[in-house]
Antibody
Framework: QVQLVQSGSELMKPGASVKVSCKAS????????MNWVRQAPGQGLEWMGW????????TYAQGFRGRFVISLDTSVSTAYLQISSLRAEDTAMYYC??????????WGQGTLVTVSS | QSALTQPASVSGSPGQSITISCTGTSSDVGGYNYVSWYQQHPGKAPKVMIYEVSNRPSGVSNRFSGSKSGNTASLTISGLQAEDEADYYCTSYTTNNTWLFGGGSKLTVL
């Protein structure tokens, strides 16, 4: 069965960097895109960007260009989200989610990133 | 790009029907049939309930249905049940080759 398993919660200091992983199993990794979605505490879902798992080419939403990097390691069927220069407002749950032709179907369990001094 | 517009809250009694709207522009909802609806219970990951405006994934109850008219998509839940109480989000593909979510609607089953 399709599974997206994300890395565990992170407690980070402002200014640091964090890298969240999303390991896929149960399907052919390169046939589906991978999206990243942010959800701040008590807030709604916010699409951050996605990566073409065939070409490795990422696309970012307007508010997520610069400090956010989406990458892949196809040898281990894993997508990554790296956030640099962390700020308090980056505190959120981060989800990876698989996409196929206009449908985001399977989601990871989420990774809570807390930024606090 | 601003989020798609959804009512912040909707409510209904068990057995009733409710409809949640999702308003965008011709650059997103009105321009594509790639509109999906997600259900999210507290502390859980979202679950797709409707995709491509009106299609239901296997395993989703036929009490959930979707439609679209112009720049507004709608999710209707008929025969409300207590377990339907959750947050609901719409999303649409856009002309920028990106996805855009709605602000979310909290459904309360009275």
């Amino acid at each position: 069965q399709v599974q997206l398993v994300q890395s565990g919660s992170e407690l980070m200091k402002p200014g640091a960097s964090v890298k969240v992983s999303c390991k896929a199993s149960g399907y052919t990794f390169s046939r589906y895109g991978m999206n990243w979605v942010r959800q701040a505490p008590g807030q709604g879902l916010e699409w951050m960007g996605w990566i073409n798992t065939n070409t490795g080419n990422p696309t970012y939403a307007q508010g997520f260009r610069g400090r956010f990097v989406i990458s892949l390691d196809t040898s281990v069927s894993t997508a990554y989200l790296q956030i640099s220069s962390l700020r308090a407002e980056d505190t959120a749950m981060y989800y990876c989610a698989r996409e196929t032709s206009g449908l985001i179907d399977y989601w990871g369990q989420g990774t809570l990133v807390t930024v606090s001094s | 790009q601003s989020a798609l517009t959804q009512p912040a809250s909707v409510s209904g009694s068990p057995g009733q029907s409710i409809t949640i709207s999702c308003t965008g522009t011709s650059s997103d909802v009105g321009g594509y049939n790639y509109v999906s609806w997600y259900q999210q219970h507290p502390g859980k990951a979202p679950k797709v309930m409707i995709y491509e405006v009106s299609n239901r994934p296997s395993g989703v109850s036929n009490r959930f249905s979707g439609s679209k008219s112009g720049n507004t998509a709608s999710l209707t839940i008929s025969g409300l049940q207590a377990e339907d109480e959750a947050d609901y989000y719409c999303t649409s593909y856009t002309t920028n080759n990106t996805w855009l979510f709605g602000g979310g609607s909290k459904l309360t089953v009275l």
